[in-house]
């Protein structure tokens, strides 16, 4: 490929929203044949908002205490809680000790209580007790294909925050168009797998097709080993928890990041994408593939 013909190819793409870090990235495009889906902020919203407190009848003080600890985070999960909190009690207790637990929870004390907001399996690990009645409405919430958290304080799991993403409009078209190119989808989180197959059903990837309740540190491997099968690996993502595996798949395929994500996925990538519409990700292999061709 002449080195001018690899500029022209990624000009164009910056004039679609689609950052090359470098010129030559274009011949590790164009010979992608897997695309691994961060879930949330990549191909949903990534805007949670708080759809259900259960019990009902301990709903403020839920809210209260959980709401004062994720206020502190910058999570999605955490921004719907405190947003959710905020907008029915008004200003929230103030909380020291905060500890944020990737891919976890978050642990804070308020009002002199020990708070603990996370996935079940993680506020088990902590040593807090998790009541029937609680683990029943956690199943319930994640059945329903919400995310569901535990609220905790002084070792015992008290009840659960549901809270609810939106899917981007043009997600689908993005994974229709990544099959057209003869590309598969994989969606990959940290989510559970009821509220991750319900969102792959509605952009048209198979449950078969769903890697879901992958902890941070292990999204790396999920790559790793698509790699180990002789795929083509590309990674798009947008958070903290995704720079491991963005950088990863870089190694032999591609790393995407949302230009909406955060600058830790944005530097550990090969291409950004501006606007943070998945429909880039199918555009950079076809103008990595149309400029690969007019060079050949
Ligand atoms: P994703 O892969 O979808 O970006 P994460 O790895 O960030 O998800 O989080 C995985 C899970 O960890 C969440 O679904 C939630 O159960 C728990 N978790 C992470 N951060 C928080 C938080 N700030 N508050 C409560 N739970 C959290
Ligand atoms: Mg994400």
Do not use: C, Y
């Not at 999570?75 to 637990?101: K, N, S, W």
């Not at 399996?121 to 409405?137: M, S």
């Not at 989180?189 to 449950?207: K, L």
Request: glycine content about 10%.
């Amino acid at each position: 490929a002449t080195p001018t013909a690899l500029l022209v190819g990624s000009g164009r793409a910056s004039q679609l929203g689609i950052l090359i870090k470098g010129p030559e990235i274009l011949e590790s495009t164009r010979r992608i044949d897997t695309m691994v889906l961060d879930k949330t902020g990549t191909v949903t919203e990534g805007r949670m908002r708080l759809a259900d407190v259960r019990p009902a009848a301990d709903r403020a003080e839920l809210l209260r205490l959980a709401g004062a600890v994720e206020a502190a985070s910058e999570h999605p999960i955490a921004q719907a809680v405190a947003a959710g909190a905020a907008a029915e009690l008004g200003d929230l207790p103030a909380v020291t000790d905060f500890a944020g637990h990737a891919g976890r929870g978050v642990s804070g004390r308020v009002e002199g209580r020990e708070v603990l907001v996370g996935r079940p399996a993680w506020l088990a690990e902590q040593g807090v007790t998790v009541p029937d009645d609680v683990a029943t409405d956690h199943h319930e919430a994640e059945r329903s294909g919400a995310t569901a958290v535990v609220v905790a304080w002084d070792g015992t799991a008290r009840g659960v925050l549901a809270v609810r993403d939106t899917v981007k409009a043009t997600s689908a078209q993005a994974v229709a168009r990544l099959r057209e190119l003869g590309v598969r989808p994989i969606l990959l989180t940290g989510d559970n797998r009821a509220a991750a197959e319900a969102v792959a059903a509605e952009v048209g990837i198979p449950a078969a097709d769903v890697i879901a309740e992958v902890l941070p540190e292990d999204k790396l491997d999920v790559v790793a080993r698509l790699q180990g099968e002789g795929r083509v690996v590309a990674m798009v993502g947008d958070g903290v928890n995704d720079a491991a595996a963005l950088a990863q798949a870089g190694q032999q395929g591609l790393g995407l990041a949302m230009g909406t994500g955060t600058d830790v996925a944005i530097e550990a990538s090969d291409i950004t994408l501006v606007t943070g519409d998945l429909r880039a990700a199918p555009t950079s292999i076809s103008v990595s593939r149309a400029t690969l061709r007019v060079i050949k």
